[in-house]
């Protein structure tokens, strides 16, 4: 069994190199294409009318949790035939779950687009990667949002599959992605979505309420930042999100710079909690520092999952 574990761990760690080459496959097929088009007819045909908050509820939970039970038939009955599919299945689905080159490269480009083709160019580049309104946004406001969702979504997209997969495997990490999918597409505060999606958005806080943190401790600890440790104890509880303050505020403190103060959402404008004080202006290298955090968080990750499953 141990010499089991011990593959495991070898392919695993395959796939986050794979990852690391890769990113997310454009021209293969993805699961979360898959999870999306799921979301998008049960929402079609049961958001309308009443108990909406209830029919939201139902289909999230019918969703994760049919996700979770298909890879776990899946992982089992690819087990009992032999351990070699079973294998090359963990480190397949741990790459599709794994987002860490795409994150970081999405931020870079950003950056680098904003610098080479300017500002109109720079907006419709982040609009990729945020669900704010980037219409009027100014350069220093730009890279701000840019290095934000690059904290935040080093929990969302890297941290957090990685520690359900710790927990419950390929089957844990699958469910988590089908989470987080309900929680982007449909966990919006306005008209159409502020009661179907209530249940996704609490299911989603719920699943990524100890990585946030996770992510957060692991951000200052291998940026060696003592103010990064204090701001995630200042400020990280003060966003309007349960979890996402936390890595922001960690990063904030690591860069010694101020994150939120007012977005636009879907028109409305979100006034969030200021994260730090030193409005300084943003830099090039502010990005490849981000980057670099990053990438040794991810792989920090990835060895803890690997050790844990080997111990456990």
């Known amino acids: 069994m141990e010499h089991f574990d011990l593959l495991l761990g070898l392919f695993v760690l395959l796939a986050y190199v794979l990852d690391l080459v890769f990113g997310d496959p454009a021209k293969l097929p993805h699961p979360i294409v898959y999870f999306g088009k799921a979301i998008a007819y049960l929402e079609k045909k049961l958001n309308k009318g009443k108990g909406r908050f209830f029919k939201g509820m139902l289909s999230s939970t019918i969703l994760i949790g049919a996700t979770f039970l298909s890879f776990y038939l899946l992982m089992d009955f690819s ?6 599919p079973y ?8 790459f599709y779950g794994l987002a860490n080159k795409t994150l970081i490269r999405e931020g870079l480009a950003v950056f ?3 610098e080479q083709q300017g500002l109109e160019a720079g907006r419709k580049q982040l609009s990729r990667i945020v669900g704010r309104d980037t219409t009027d946004l100014t350069e220093q406001q730009i890279k701000k949002a ?4 690059m904290a935040e979504n080093l929990s969302d997209g890297v941290v957090a599959p990685v520690f359900w997969f710790a927990l419950l495997g390929i089957p844990g990490m699958m469910a988590y992605k089908m989470i987080n999918t309900l929680d982007s597409m449909i966990a919006y505060k306005n008209e159409r979505y502020n009661l179907y999606g209530r249940a996704a958005a609490y299911i989603d806080d719920f699943a990524n309420f100890i990585p946030a943190r996770l992510t957060a401790f692991l951000m200052a600890l291998v940026a060696l930042s003592y103010q990064a440790m204090i701001f995630i104890f200042k400020y990280g509880r003060k966003h309007s999100s349960p979890n996402a303050g936390y890595p922001e505020a960690a990063l904030a403190g690591i860069l010694d710079v101020r994150f ?9 404008i979100v006034d969030k909690p200021y994260i730090g004080i030193n409005e300084r202006e943003l830099i090039g290298d502010d990005v490849y520092k981000t980057a670099r955090i990053n990438h040794a968080v991810c792989f920090i990750s990835v060895c803890l999952a690997i050790l844990i499953n080997y111990i456990f």
């Open 79 to 84: 087990m009992s035939t032999s351990k070699i």
């Open 260 to 268: 939120g103060g007012p977005s636009i959402y879907s028109g409305v």
């Open 112 to 114: 680098n687009v904003l």
């Open 87 to 94: 294998l090359l299945l963990s480190a397949l689905f741990f």
């Open 146 to 149: 840019a290095l934000e969702t």
